[in-house]
Every structure is written in C-alpha cells, then in structure tokens.
C-alpha cells in the first residue's frame, strides 16, 4: 500500500479551524491546542495521533477527527500527525495565552 502524504490532511485541519485559544484566567498563561484532522478529501481520521514536543502533550483523535490538548504553557511546539496509511507530517505551532 502505498502511504499518502499527511501534508494534505493536516493542511484541512487548519483551514477546517485548527486554532488556538487561551483559558481562563485561573490558568494565567495556560492554553491549548485543538483541531480536525482529515485527509485531502476531507473524510475525518479517527484514531490519529497527535503529539507535541516539547514535553509529551498528546491526543488522539475522537469519531469526528477533534482533538483537544490544554493546560499548555505559551511558546512554541512542534506538532507532530501519526495515522496508519499516512506518512508522519510535523508543523511549528505556537500557543498564546
């Protein structure tokens, strides 16, 4: 089988509302990540997994494609998409409080 590119599939997770959001202010300068993952045809990947570095934030996604990683501190990580049949795509994101 040959294995698609994650390019495209993480590529609609950002135009599909990958965002990042701040919490509330009793976790001052805590925030989060959250998003869809799909392929290129924009079928929902449940299943994948999401892992952020630094540190070992991870997530793996629902029915729907949705992941959710909160109670992160504000800076940079590389965010990294694992799924069967996909090769491994990795992005720079960064999380503001």
Excluded: W
Aim: with cysteine.
């Amino acid at each position: 089988m040959a294995r698609r590119s994650v390019f495209a599939l993480l590529f609609a997770a950002t135009m599909a509302g990958f965002m990042l959001h701040s919490s509330a202010a009793a976790q001052a300068n805590r925030g989060g990540i959250s998003g869809r993952i799909m392929d290129s045809a924009a079928a929902v990947l449940p299943g994948a997994r999401i892992e952020l570095q630094p540190g070992s934030a991870s997530a793996v996604t629902n029915g729907q494609g949705e992941f959710n990683i909160s109670d992160l501190a504000a800076g940079e990580y590389t965010l990294t998409v694992h799924y069967v049949g996909f090769s491994t795509y990795s992005t720079k994101v960064t999380v503001a409080c």
